[in-house]
C-alpha cells in the first residue's frame, strides 16, 4: 500500500477518534456543570441552615409576644421583615413541612415525650420548624410526642 | 494569535463574549457580572467611574453620571430625537462644532463616542484580566437602524478604546448567529428585541448560493422597555397603598427607590410564579408610628398593567412586517433577545402571531454578545466547521426486572458516545438474557420504543446475580447505535445494529417527550413499586438460601414466624401500596436480623468451646 493510500485510510478513523473525544469532553463538561450546581447548592444549604436558626429565634419571639404588642407596628414591622426572609428562602426552593397529626420519622425529630389526652404518638407540640430544600428535608421538625 | 472578542455595546447594558474551546463564552466584568451597566461618571475627587461603580452613585450625582450615550452617538444636535431625549436626560449636552452633539462631564466636553469608549476601555481591560491575554480587537454590535454616521462613531470608539474594530455587526444578525440560524437554507428570521430602555424589531433575508444575510425592515420604539414595565407596577404599588393607608409615597424618594427594587424583583418573580408579594417594611412613617406596606400582585394583574406595552409591541412588529411586505407566514424563525422577553405574556404574544415557537434558549440578555463572538470567531479561524456534533434527541436505555427502562444513554447526550454498564441474571441458573432496546424517557418498558431485541445465551449456571453481562451502548458519527452484550465469564457476546434511531421525526420527539413530562409523578410512583418489589424479592430470595444452607442452627418457631411474614409479604407485592410494602420489608428484614444473630451466636459458641484449652484457662493472645 503506498504511503497516500494508507493515510486517506486512517484519515476517516482520526476524524471519527477526534469527533469522539470533543464529544466526549462536551458530554463531560455538561455533567461537570450539574456537578458544580449541586455543589452550590449544598454549600448554600449551610447558609440556610444558619438563616434558619436565626428565624427560630424570631418565632420564639412572635408565639410568646404579649397581647398588647401585638399591634405595636414596629412589632408588626419587625414580623414582616421576617416575611422577608421567610419568602427569600422560598426562593431558593426552601419550603416549610408541613406538620403531620402522628409522629413520622421520615419528617419529624422527638425530642421529648409528655403526658397528653392525645393518641400515644401524637405531635403535642412543634418546637423547631422543619424544612425542606428542593425536596430534601434538610431540617426535620422537632416534636414534643405523647406518649 | 490573540482573540477577537464581541461586544454587544448596548444602550443600558453591555456584554462581551469570546470563543473558547470552540464555542462562545460570556466574559464576566472584574465586579464579577455577565452584564456591565453602560454608565460612566465623574466621581466627587475626579475620579472616573464605569459600570455598576457609576450606577451605584447615580442619584446622589445626576449631572455628572452619563448614561444612554447610545441614543446620542454618530447623531446630529438637531435631530428630532436628540432634541426628545434631551428633555429626559439628568445631564447636559449642547451642540459641537461639527453639528453633533457634545456631553458635559465635569468641567469637560465629551463626544458620545468618546464616553462610550470608557465603557469599551473597561470591558477590554476586564477581558484581559480574565483570559491572561492582551485583547486588540473586537466585533461589536450596532442596532440595524444605525445609520453610516452612526456606526462609524461606534467603529471611533472603539478605537479610542485601543481596539481595532473588525466588524460593527447589526444585533439581530448577531441573534440570528448565536442560533445557528444562518446556516440552515433560504429563510426569513424576525429579530424581537426588548430591553430595558428600547425596543425594535427587524427581518433579516438569509440565502445561500451566495451566502448573503441582508437586513429587510426595520422598525421599533426607542422609548419602549422594560423600565415601563417597573414603572407601571410602581404606578400601581402607589395607588393601592394610597387608598388602603391614605398616604401618598410618590414624593418620598426613599420610599421610591424602595419601591423601584420591590418593583423590579417582582417583575422578574411574576416570569416563574403566578402570584407574588410586594412585602416592604417601615415604608414610612407619621405622627401615630411607622407604616408597612404589603401587596399581593398576581401575574395575571401584573399582565393587565402591560398590556398596552405588549400590544404596541405586536403592533409595531406588524407593521415592520407590512413595510416589508411580509406576513407571519413568511416568517421561518422568530428569534427574542433583551431580558423583558422573559415575560410569559410576550413570549406568549409573539408565539401567538406566528404560530409557532420562537428561539428563546440562549439567555436574551447575552444573545447579541454571543452572536458577536461567534462572527468574531469566524473572522478569526476560531469557530471550525469541521466538527459539527449532534446530540440525542430522547434517551436510549435497555429493559430490566420489573418492566423498568434502564437508561445507559440520556437524551441530550452529544455523538458519537460510548456507555458501558454490567447487568446481572434475575433467576438461579438463568441461561440467557434478552436485551430488549428501548428509546423514550418513561419509565415502564411498555411505555417506550422498542429499537430492537436480541439473545446473548450461554452463560454458565449460576446464582441470580452472580453472572456479569456487560452491555454496550455505541452511536457513531452517523448516528447508528450498536448495542453489545458480553457475558464476562465465558466471553460470548452478542450485538444488534439499529440505523436510523435518531432519525426520529421532531414530532414523535415532541410528543415523546411532553407523553413523559404528563406521566413523571406516575413514572416515579411506578419505579418506586418496581424497586421496592425487587427489593422484597431479594430479601426473600436471601432468607430462603440461607434457611437451606443454615437448616440446622434455625429453630422450629423462627423458622414458622419467617415464613407467616414472607406470605404476608408476597400478598403485599402482588399489591401497588408501596408503603405496605416497604412496611412488610422491614418487619421481615428485622426477624431474618434476630434469626442470623442466632446463628451468628451458635457459631461463636462452638468456636469457643473448641478454643478452650484442657485447662479451661482463657488462651493468651
Known sequence: MTKLSKKTEENPDYLEQWKRERANFLNYRAEESERIERAISFARQELILGVIEILDNIHIAQSNLPDDLKENQWVVGILKTKEQIRQLLRNYGVEEIETPDQFDPHCCEAIETVESQKDSGSIVEVVKRGYSHKGKIIRPIKVKIAK | ?621
Open chain 2, 1 to 621: 494569535m490573540s482573540k477577537i472578542i464581541g461586544i454587544d455595546l448596548g444602550t443600558t447594558f453591555s456584554a462581551v463574549a469570546v470563543m473558547q474551546n470552540g464555542e462562545p463564552q460570556i466574559i464576566e466584568n472584574k465586579e464579577g457580572t455577565r452584564t456591565t451597566p453602560s454608565i460612566v461618571a465623574l466621581g466627587k475627587n475626579n475620579e472616573r467611574l464605569v459600570g455598576i461603580i457609576a450606577k451605584r452613585q447615580q442619584i446622589t450625582n445626576p449631572v455628572n453620571t452619563i448614561y444612554s450615550a447610545k441614543r446620542l452617538i454618530g447623531r446630529r444636535f438637531s435631530d428630532a430625537q436628540v432634541q426628545e431625549d434631551k428633555k429626559l436626560l439628568s445631564y447636559q449636552i449642547r451642540e459641537a462644532g461639527d453639528g453633533g452633539v457634545e456631553i458635559k462631564m465635569g468641567e469637560n466636553w465629551h463626544k458620545p463616542a468618546e464616553i462610550s469608549a470608557m465603557i469599551l476601555a473597561k470591558i477590554k481591560s476586564d477581558v484581559e484580566s480574565k483570559i491572561g491575554e492582551p485583547v486588540k480587537e473586537a466585533v461589536i454590535t450596532c442596532p440595524a437602524y444605525f445609520d453610516d454616521s452612526q456606526r462609524k462613531a461606534t467603529k471611533v470608539a472603539g478605537e479610542i478604546a485601543g481596539l481595532d474594530v473588525k466588524m460593527v455587526l447589526n444585533e439581530p444578525t448577531a441573534a440570528a448567529l448565536a442560533y445557528g440560524l444562518t446556516k440552515t437554507g433560504n429563510q426569513q428570521i424576525l429579530v424581537y428585541d426588548f430591553g430595558g430602555g428600547t425596543f425594535d424589531v427587524s427581518i433579516l433575508d438569509v440565502r445561500k448560493d451566495p451566502d448573503t444575510l441582508e437586513v429587510i425592515g426595520v422598525g421599533g420604539d426607542t422609548h419602549l422597555g422594560g423600565d415601563d414595565f417597573d414603572q407601571k407596577i410602581m404606578n400601581w404599588v402607589i395607588t393601592e397603598y394610597k387608598k388602603e393607608q391614605g398616604v401618598d409615597l410618590s414624593g418620598d424618594q426613599l420610599a421610591l427607590q424602595r419601591i423601584k427594587e420591590a418593583a423590579e424583583k417582582a417583575k422578574i418573580e411574576l416570569s416563574t410564579t403566578l402570584e407574588t408579594e410586594i412585602n416592604i417594611p417601615f415604608i414610612t412613617s407619621d405622627s401615630s408610628g411607622p407604616k408597612h406596606l404589603y401587596l399581593k400582585l398576581t401575574r395575571a394583574k401584573f399582565e393587565d398593567l402591560v398590556r398596552e406595552y405588549i400590544d404596541r409591541s405586536i403592533e409595531l412588529v406588524k407593521e415592520t412586517l407590512q413595510s416589508a411586505k411580509l406576513e407571519t407566514k413568511d416568517i421561518e424563525e422568530v428569534v427574542l433577545v433583551g431580558g423583558q422577553t422573559r415575560t410569559p405574556a410576550i413570549n406568549l404574544a409573539v408565539g401567538e402571531l406566528f404560530g409557532k415557537e420562537p428561539n428563546k434558549s440562549i439567555n436574551p440578555d447575552e444573545v447579541v454578545a454571543i452572536g458577536a463572538a461567534v462572527q468574531a470567531g469566524v473572522m478569526s479561524g476560531d469557530a471550525k466547521e469541521v466538527l459539527l456534533l449532534d446530540a440525542t434527541p430522547l434517551s436510549v436505555g435497555i429493559e430490566t426486572l420489573g418492566n423498568v427502562n434502564t437508561i445507559l444513554i440520556p437524551k441530550n447526550t452529544i455523538y458519537p458516545v460510548s456507555k458501558t454498564q454490567v447487568f446481572s441474571t434475575a433467576a438461579d441458573n438463568q441461561p440467557s438474557v434478552d436485551i430488549h432496546v428501548l428509546q423514550g424517557e418513561r419509565t415502564s418498558s411498555a411505555d417506550n420504543k422498542t429499537l430492537g431485541r436480541f439473545i446473548l445465551d450461554g452463560i454458565p449456571p449460576s446464582p441470580r446475580g452472580v453472572p456479569q453481562v456487560e452491555v454496550t451502548f455505541d452511536i457513531d458519527s452517523n448516528g447508528i447505535l450498536n448495542v453489545s452484550a458480553k457475558d464476562k465469564a465465558s466471553g460470548k457476546t452478542q450485538s444488534i445494529k439499529i440505523e436510523g434511531s435518531l432519525g426520529i421525526s421532531q414530532e414523535e420527539i415532541d410528543r415523546m417527550k411532553a407523553d413523559a413530562q404528563a406521566h413523571a409523578d406516575s413514572d416515579k410512583k411506578k419505579k418506586e413499586l418496581v424497586e421496592a418489589q425487587n427489593m422484597a424479592d431479594q430479601l426473600i430470595y436471601t432468607w430462603e438460601k440461607t434457611e437451606r444452607e443454615q437448616e440446622d442452627k434455625i429453630d422450629e418457631n423462627t423458622k414458622k414466624e419467617i415464613k407467616e411474614k414472607i406470605e404476608e409479604l408476597k400478598k403485599a407485592k402482588e399489591g401497588d401500596d408501596i408503603d405496605t410494602i416497604k412496611t412488610k420489608t422491614g418487619e421481615l428484614s428485622a426477624l431474618i436480623s434476630k434469626a442470623g444473630s442466632n446463628i451468628y451466636s451458635q457459631d461463636q459458641k462452638k468456636d469457643d468451646q473448641r478454643e478452650k484449652p484442657a485447662g479451661n484457662e482463657p488462651k493468651k493472645e
